[in-house]
């Protein structure tokens, strides 16, 4: 079946970073655009990033723009997502979600989940 | 940047009783929207795609509707299963997410 586990998640200091890791399974992975999006403690959901299936083209929400950096890679059927500079306001449950095939579309399935905190 | 306006926010709806909630985009989303339902630490489930096309194996008591700016989702005969928070979420341009309507029981 179609999944997608999340790892790499903790606790981290501001202005640290952190490498976030996707594996897929059970779908053709380079078919897919991935994203990452986020949900702070008690908040509503926020996407993060997205990546084509090719990995050619890539776009990122205003709030991450300039630390995040969003990858792919088809030899492992990952998605990762590099996290720089990172802030307090970052702190969140990261998912990792596919999108559609060759095109932006609804988010299914999406993974369990990483917690990511950024404190000092 | 699309905003999606939910309303509202909250709703309490007795069991076996209709449920309606709505999303509204600040520019047209044509019939790019989707529906998410979400449980207490667990990741969102897709519902509605497409504003009103059913995911696999979603009940046919949810029904998406709408076009351009105003959508709705609509629960026919709510269950026990079915509290929870609902977001509502664009793919006309990037993606947007509403903030959420939480429907719990009355």
């Known amino acids: 079946q179609v999944q997608l586990v999340e790892s790499g998640g903790g606790l981290v200091k501001p202005g640290g970073s952190l490498r976030l890791s996707c594996a897929a399974s059970g779908f053709t992975f380079s078919d897919y655009y991935m994203s990452w999006i986020r949900q702070a403690p008690g908040k509503g959901l926020e996407w993060v990033s997205y990546i084509s299936s090719s990995g050619h083209s890539k776009q990122y929400a205003d709030s991450v723009k300039g630390r995040f950096t969003i990858s792919r890679d088809s030899a492992t059927n990952s998605v990762y997502l590099l996290m720089n500079s990172v802030r307090a306001e970052d702190t969140a449950v990261y998912y990792c979600?596919?999108?559609?095939?060759?095109?932006?579309?609804?988010?299914?399935?999406w993974g369990q989940g990483i917690l990511v905190t950024v404190s000092s | 940047e699309i905003v999606m306006t939910q309303s509202p926010a909250t709703l309490s709806v007795s069991l076996g009783e209709r449920a309606t909630l709505s999303c509204r985009a600040s520019?047209?989303?044509?019939?790019?929207l989707a529906w998410y339902q979400q449980k207490p630490g667990q990741a969102p489930r897709l519902l509605v795609y497409?504003?009103?096309t059913r995911a696999t194996g979603v009940p046919a008591r949810f029904s998406g509707s709408g076009s351009g700016t105003e959508f709705t989702l609509t629960i026919s005969s709510l269950q026990s299963e079915d509290f929870a928070v609902y977001y509502c979420?664009?793919?006309?341009?990037?993606?947007?997410f509403g903030q959420g309507t939480k429907l719990g029981i009355k």
């Open positions: 979600a596919r999108g559609g095939e060759s095109e932006l579309r609804w988010f299914d399935p």
């Open positions: 979420q664009q793919y006309n341009y990037w993606y947007t």
């Open positions: 497409d504003a009103s």
């Open positions: 520019q047209s989303v044509s019939s790019k």
